[in-house]
């Protein structure tokens, strides 16, 4: 099951960027449930790239359509298939590169598994393919709501650039999503210079869930941070992903890390809410470091399918900078994990 | 199957701290490949505490015993039951620390989930959860073995002091599991200072795959980078996970991050040996960020299981830095990821 | 995963009866395999009613379309989602059964679970659901012939009419598809008189996989036939399964049921080819009791949502015997057994 | 994961007949539930051999130890792992099979399969591996008296003797566990009968399931008469299933078929107790057809491990009809399939 995530709240998307269409079904979504398919649309709208100058100029009409699992507009426990058509395919654009590994894309490793690959704008490999994944999301996202949990992210760095402060409201007010108004004019600039530069810049994406309860999550191997870094680490240019301080704390002591308990709750969030694998009832917070886009402007060395040197240029509709993408796909996997730990905890507990 | 992991060759852990036993179960493994009990035991022995200055004093002798599975020395296909009983289980030492959530503990979160806790040594929440994980790994390596793929793991990272080098013959020559004498020394340094402070220092262990052929992971959720994240992640005191480059790639620009690509391979390998989730044949690269140890002799601040303000001073047996334990433990995890993608990639390619 | 079958070889359908659309996704078909849709229509056309006398007049384009997975007539490894749009739907037949619990039906255990229901033409436990599950198995088909694998079945009895010859060739030449010319007329009569008296007749399915070498299911819990048991009882209207002489080996000695083996292989084949729950390189037989159509003309005694009795007649376009169309689900599901079967064998031995 | 059964209610079986210990790890059982170990080592004593003259005069203590799971008697959501050491083995006995495959029996097709076997006792496809099975389900039986449930069963048929009454509280009292005195006599004198021609007999097994709630299973795959097919079909020997009248309904007509339902609930329970795959609110009803025993006194013919012809006599210690110890484990496997619903359930609905 590669393409299928979650053990109640199952996803499973499908679909190539240049075939007919892209989607997911989801199987396990509890009964009874208002899903407004508009407010799914407008998380892919967020998705979507042609936004501004910092992302694609591609167009992507990304329309869903629900094919199954709703009835009067509420889910009735039987699977949702949500799809989008895909009107704005040109393979013919892809055709030139379909003999060419190009750097830091996936065409070598998908011709070494499987010997074959369809190359038409990176097929299955395509970031296309988290449409299915912020669809699902979007129906997680509105069961979730009914219990409390509220799940939102941002652009929290850009190449050097670091956003200082973590003002939400901000995210949709600026082209990179970034909860510092200040740093995203800054982190705008450093995208147009890669840009220019014929160059991507990478940078990192923070996802706060606000809500969860204690007690969601389970110990050893399924623990909530765990499932977070599977869900966080299978987005596409995503290389790292870290808890709370993460990293930083590998430099601390346990006199530092250590949130201490009071009667009014825990004085601090180091541990980004999650204790043992399980929610400590304060905010989760995860981040996730997002490589620059592998396709850039650039000439670059790689070999095609026979082994020959060859030099590559990557044009078209392509994003400088992911980020600003990233954070509604980000947000999405955050929501099929806590989903799918809301139903676990509910066959455990009862409630 | 919140103590289970891997879809081919899945394994569940099992046992408290202080209970009977802690063991594993491992099911899937392929039938008539030799599996050594003592090798195995040589991967518990490094997992063991009480091996320096800088680990916990206290003695377990973990002999691993074969409850199933194995005949004439050979898997036979059947479930592998491993288990070790615990001998030197002391759980009186415990007793007055029932009714305290101790501070960076599971603690708080295990009672808010299940409703009660096994507070003898932190139960199920115990590091001794580990040993089922490093007699598990130990089996999945000599399968490994058996198509070339080689292991290693270290400390790369104390507080503020870095590996420099990576000289992996170095790693069982110093007490911190250290690729770089001069910097184990540097670190044995911080680890006693914070031990003697009452404190505990955290840390950066880094596990390189050797030998994984080009093709190995799959696409989409369940990525290779996102199965090693998630089983890394599910390492008590684990809080980051980063794959190559990792968080670095997050400040650089596309034209450095893209591994080139030539006749002879890759030039270089920021990326981590992978690429959309798959295998490129290089070396995989990962890295954990380990938060330093919950427990520590100074007095905290937290609460009482009604909610009462208390200080706690933590006594006992306790590691000031887990890093060269924590070794043995991700280097197991990487080898239950790798075994089940090894598996996977036989059954689509069928060899 | 409600909707979801198979572990290595998983599918998932989705869809109600009276929605947009009905459909499969297939996770996990190796690559490069040559998939032929028109061969896949030709098994939706197969269980499609409107066939002949003896079944539903209901008219269903079923015209099968990919949306995802393959690539110039192949498998790519991708998803493969394969979709039939309802066309002819007329869900206001339905409107004045949506207060009545139709006796026979799902409709008083789908309100019992989920608390609603989509009642238009039984919604998710419409027949109609099994398109996805014979689009997937005609994948699955495919796969299985290039390893030699022919899986094929018939009606073998209608009421107390039973087939006495299995020859297959028949099976397409009469309306029943029963491999017994002389016994198929006689069942098309008991139909027609059922049909007559406003009433439905039951019957026996059974389905032969031919050239499935020894070594296939697993042992213990994954036993072949219990994989197939599980898939042929989830066959709506099927309410028993049995494998090789079944039933009878109840009343049978241990010297007539074993199969005795000689150098030449085994003498006969009353265990069906499965023997420790894998397979002997026999054929595998299996055959499912399917009960009569619950839809029947005739007024029955039931309540409505409500609790107040009602008497209720159905009328509309429904099969007096749905043999002949259990016989391509049937297949089907054998199919899927079988292909998740093969792929595990080859993960387990590399081969 | 072969050796495992359910999704949330999950059970792990590993060990063989003659080696260290059998036993089961039980992954997701909810906290805080009272286990007594006493009522699991009655189960056990239920399934042991050497009960009466009917049954195999191996002795097995069959003492079963909790390793892990179990806190002051309660559950606490921690994996349990239920073992019993194997005291009795005698593998010296199985010597002179150990290249021989014995009709009926699983040697033929464990080494097709593997490539090696375990003969020691059939090794893992001895009924012994049944006691983890049983042991698990007495776990999930005591979890399921806390919400009404109660599973009973006994055997209906041995050979041609069949049980005309069902009176549970027989079953205990004769050697047959038969719920019918008269036709248990009847029943012990044709067992008795098999074991002096040295042959052997098989039967049906009954189980019901009394106080499930209506809404318990799930639609099309996962249905739970598709689960309770597969959990019964996986028992050594048995080679058919059925709900409700089973394959009496593929001879009935559906006016006679539909259960038909008042404002007091169903009048009659010819489904078994589901529809749809949904449970109804009455007693839930399965049987399983259980072939006569493999081992058996005659001379068979049969093939060594090099293919030459032998004739093979089975000593030793062997049930000439296996029902009264099936009773046990088909008990458990209901037991397990319910456990998982009703967990199912509770993630779907909340209650």
């Given at each position: 099951?590669s393409s299928?995530f979650?053990?109640?709240?199952?996803?499973?998307?499908?679909?190539?960027?240049?075939?007919?269409?892209?989607?997911?079904?989801?199987?396990?979504a509890?009964?009874?449930?208002?899903?407004?398919?508009?407010?799914?649309?407008?998380?892919?709208?967020?998705?979507?790239?042609?936004?501004?100058?910092?992302?694609?100029?591609?167009?992507?009409?990304?329309?869903?359509?629900?094919?199954?699992?709703?009835?009067?507009?509420?889910?009735?426990?039987?699977?949702?298939?949500?799809?989008?058509?895909?009107?704005?395919?040109?393979?013919?654009?892809?055709?030139?590169?379909?003999?060419?590994?190009?750097?830091?894309?996936?065409?070598?490793?998908?011709?070494?598994?499987?010997?074959?690959?369809?190359?038409?704008?990176?097929?299955?490999?395509?970031?296309?393919?988290?449409?299915?994944?912020?669809?699902?999301?979007?129906?997680?996202?509105?069961?979730l709501?009914?219990?409390?949990?509220?799940?939102?992210?941002?652009?929290?760095?850009?190449?050097?650039?670091?956003?200082?402060?973590?003002?939400?409201?901000?995210?949709?007010?600026?082209?990179?999503?970034?909860?510092?108004?200040?740093?995203?004019?800054?982190?705008e600039?450093?995208?147009?210079?890669a840009?220019?530069?014929?160059?991507?810049?990478?940078?990192?994406?923070?996802?706060?869930?606000?809500?969860?309860?204690?007690?969601?999550?389970?110990?050893?191997?399924?623990?909530?941070?765990?499932?977070?870094?599977?869900a966080?680490?299978?987005?596409?240019?995503?290389?790292?992903?870290?808890?709370?301080?993460?990293?930083?704390?590998?430099?601390?002591?346990?006199?530092?890390?250590?949130?201490?308990?009071?009667?009014?709750?825990?004085?601090?969030?180091?541990?980004?809410?999650?204790?043992?694998?399980?929610?400590?009832?304060?905010?989760?917070?995860?981040?996730?470091?997002?490589?620059?886009?592998?396709?850039?402007?650039?000439?670059?060395?790689?070999?095609?399918?026979?082994?020959?040197?060859?030099?590559?240029?990557?044009?078209?509709?392509?994003?400088?900078?992911?980020?600003?993408?990233?954070v509604?796909?980000?947000?999405?996997?955050v929501?099929?994990?806590?989903?799918?730990?809301?139903?676990?905890?509910?066959?455990?507990?009862?409630?």
């Amino acid at each position: 099951m590669s393409s299928a995530f979650g053990r109640l709240f199952t996803v499973t998307t499908f679909g190539e960027s240049h075939g007919p269409a892209v989607g997911v079904v989801i199987d396990g979504a509890p009964p009874g449930y208002a899903i407004s398919l508009e407010a799914a649309q407008r998380e892919l709208d967020r998705r979507r790239p042609a936004q501004s100058a910092v992302t694609s100029p591609r167009r992507e009409a990304d329309t869903v359509h629900a094919l199954s699992g709703l009835f009067e507009g509420r889910t009735t426990g039987a699977p949702i298939c949500l799809v989008a058509y895909n009107e704005d395919a040109r393979p013919a654009d892809y055709e030139k590169l379909k003999d060419v590994f190009r750097p830091g894309h996936a065409d070598f490793t998908y011709q070494a598994k499987y010997g074959l690959r369809d190359w038409r704008g990176s097929g299955r490999a395509s970031g296309r393919e988290t449409l299915g994944r912020v669809a699902a999301g979007a129906v997680a996202r509105q069961l979730l709501a009914t219990v409390g949990v509220r799940v939102i992210g941002g652009t929290v760095a850009v190449g050097e650039v670091l956003a200082e402060r973590r003002d939400w409201d901000e995210v949709e007010r600026n082209a990179v999503r970034c909860p510092d108004a200040a740093a995203a004019a800054a982190m705008e600039r450093g995208i147009l210079a890669a840009s220019e530069a014929r160059d991507s810049v990478g940078g990192v994406v923070e996802v706060v869930a606000a809500g969860v309860p204690a007690g969601w999550g389970d110990p050893t191997m399924d623990k909530l941070d765990a499932k977070l870094a599977h869900a966080l680490m299978s987005i596409p240019a995503v290389k790292g992903v870290e808890i709370g301080d993460g990293f930083a704390l590998a430099r601390a002591r346990g006199s530092q890390a250590n949130d201490a308990l009071g009667p009014g709750g825990f004085a601090t969030n180091r541990q980004g809410g999650i204790l043992g694998g399980i929610s400590t009832g304060q905010d989760v917070v995860a981040r996730v470091a997002v490589k620059p886009a592998s396709s850039i402007g650039r000439p670059q060395s790689t070999v095609d399918t026979s082994g020959h040197p060859v030099t590559v240029e990557i044009e078209g509709r392509h994003d400088p900078c992911i980020c600003p993408r990233v954070v509604s796909v980000a947000e999405a996997m955050v929501c099929l994990v806590l989903a799918d730990a809301w139903l676990r905890q509910r066959a455990l507990r009862g409630d």
